[in-house]
């Protein structure tokens, strides 16, 4: 099999205060596979994101991308190989216009004039908003800011874009929006969500992580449909979604 | 697009002084205002031309002259000063009415008028017609130190979220029945105060990290840099020019 795009091994990381998240995490991803990474509140699920491109540093184990280990030597490398969207957009947002904001990345990358332009307006294309170029970020909805955060992250043309709770706060017609816009992305993708109808909809694999470790790695329907799994984990499918009456998309 | 995006001093506009660099506009204040400060204050004539001078960008702005002068309430506690100064000052007295007043305070009154609403009005031709974002620019194209244009560029960006932060607590203080009315308010207006501080302060390290991953390395990267054709300072200079002029014209006579 060819090298995993993300290659996480026995990874374990206690924060500074001593609390330890993560115990010992093993996770394999391959080039254009779309997982989602599911867990209750606490379980993680942040934390082993935060690995991904070197923020936190392991505490023990390693993680690679595309075989390259992620240690502080690569960390311009490995941040180009890795887009992180992260929870909150006005986190990610932080430049004075949408434009300002999609530069940043890639201008850090070294790319400058027509280049950086064809970039910028590339991501914000496959977004759908391009139109949004030149408006301050903070006058922007909260789906708009979503849209333009997961841009920001395209125009660095990631080998995986990860994605921490996509859905969360977008109103139902965004939510499937946002849905459209993953689909046709022609990268790996790594999605955290509590969303589980929209990970059954998006990603073929699920991966479960709780208390720190991995307890489920499976097809997204089979991980649904186990009940014990389910209730050991406090994962819950929402009122009236029952995967084994929807077929797979 | 009305008055702006919701900045109080911007206008929204496309005339010619909007659309002169940020770099070109500062340069041209702090050389008018120098002038300004520098000019004997008896040389009257000499105030008028600055003031002539501040209204012709004022005109070419096409800021509607309300909404300019709307914002110079700025000025109050200078003018409310100024007009104190006579009744305080001591030294040789002039008779007004039935009132003996300061010669040198009423000197020093005119002064600190005249010197302060030139200031003023200068100051907000340039505010009026520069967005936050374009003067952060400018003044990084002025070479100021980049860690302090880019705190002030994250200022400008921010100063929304935090103050959005401010009114959804006061609306949730609000809604559970507080009312600040008496100093017995106090304690839940400072534990309101240090949320937002660690509120902010959590937000920036958020942010910092969502820097980081995009490859921030420190320095905030220059992509489109300002340049300002020969054009621009020449149509742009010409006003602290003749301010300097002035200037020397009224200390040589
Ligand atoms: N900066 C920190 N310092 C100390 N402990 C932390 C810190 N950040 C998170 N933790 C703890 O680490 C554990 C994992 O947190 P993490 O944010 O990764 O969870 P999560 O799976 O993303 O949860 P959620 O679904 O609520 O986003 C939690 O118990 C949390 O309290
Ligand atoms: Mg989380």
Known sequence: ?249 | MGAGHGHHLHFHGHSRVHHLPAHVKLVTLLTFVVAVVLTPRTAYWAYGVHLLLVLVAQRASRVPFGYFAKRMVVETPFVVFALLVPFVATGPTVSVGPLDLSRPGLESAWALLAKGTLGVMASLVVATTTEPRHVVAGLEKLRLPNLLVQIMGFMVRYLEVVTGELARMRIARESRGFRARSFRAWPSLASTAGALFIRSYERGERVHLAMLARGYQGQLPVTHPLTATPAQWRVAGAIPGIAVLTLLAAVAL
Not at chain 1, 18 to 46: C, S
Not at chain 1, 49 to 62: E, K, P, Y
Not at chain 1, 220 to 225: A, D, I, K, N, S
């Open chain 1, 1 to 249: 099999m060819s090298t995993p795009v993300l290659d996480v091994k026995g990874l374990a990381f206690a924060y500074p205060d001593g609390h330890q998240a993560l115990f010992g995490v093993d996770l394999h991803v391959h080039r254009g596979e779309r997982v989602a990474l599911l867990g209750p509140n606490g379980a993680g699920k942040t934390t082993l994101v935060l690995h991904l491109n070197g923020i936190l540093t392991a505490g023990a184990g390693s993680v690679a991308v595309s075989g390259l280990p992620v240690t502080r030597d690569n960390l311009m490398e490995i941040r180009r190989r890795v887009g992180v969207v992260f929870q909150d957009p006005d986190d990610q947002l932080f430049m004075p216009t949408v434009r300002a904001d999609v530069e940043f990345g890639p201008a850090n990358l070294g790319l400058r004039g027509q280049a950086l332009e064809r970039r910028v307006l590339d991501a914000l294309d496959r977004v759908g908003m391009v139109d949004f170029i030149d408006r301050p970020p903070h006058h922007l909805s909260f789906g708009q800011r979503r849209r333009v955060a997961v841009a920001t992250v395209l125009a660095m043309e990631p080998e995986v874009l990860v994605l921490d709770e996509p859905s969360s706060n977008l109103d139902p017609a965004s939510r499937r929006e946002l849905a459209d816009i993953i689909r046709t992305l022609d990268v790996t993708v790594l999605m955290v969500t509590h969303d589980l109808p929209y990970a059954y909809e998006l990603c073929p694999r699920s991966v479960v992580l709780s208390d720190g470790v991995i307890v489920a790695d499976d097809a997204t329907r089979e991980v649904l449909t186990d009940d014990a799994l389910m209730a050991a984990h406090r994962l819950e499918l929402p009122f009236g979604f029952d995967p084994r009456t929807i077929p797979a998309p």
